[in-house]
């Protein structure tokens, strides 16, 4: 699968950004997908998680109550909406495709087999 994240920018602190992740294939459904970031000199976390049919999400302690992560099967299409956004939010996101459907509440990166390449968010103070 090849994923293509989308949707990152410049936003000051406060504001709102949506990102994007287009999906290749056909199996969109049958994976879990999750979003991680890696902010300059850090190592890249995990942010959120949503189950292959989209009833199950789990977040990161830093962003729960502020991003909401959804999908789209019909358009192979995975979000994160971020609101509230603060400096500390600063990073590249990437978008990911675990190889089994469920989610988790603490997934490692190597549960994940497919990366999208990353789209930069900057948050102004």
């Known amino acids: 699968v090849q994923l293509q994240a989308s949707g990152g920018g410049l936003v000051q602190a406060g504001g709102s950004l949506r990102l994007s992740c287009a999906a290749s294939g056909r199996t969109f459904s049958s994976h879990a997908m999750g979003w991680f970031r890696q902010a300059p000199g850090k190592e890249r976390e995990f942010v959120a998680i949503i189950s292959g049919g989209g009833s199950i999400t789990y977040y990161a302690d830093s962003v729960k109550g502020r991003f909401t992560i959804s999908r789209d099967n019909t358009k192979n299409t995975l979000y994160l909406q971020m609101n509230s956004l603060k400096p500390e939010d600063t990073a590249i996101y990437y978008c990911?495709?675990?190889?089994?459907?469920?989610?988790?509440?603490?997934?490692?990166?190597?549960?994940?087999?497919?990366w999208g390449q990353g789209t930069q968010v900057t948050v102004s103070s």
């Open positions: 990911a495709e675990r190889y089994a459907r469920t989610a988790v509440a603490a997934p490692r990166e190597t549960d994940f087999g497919s």
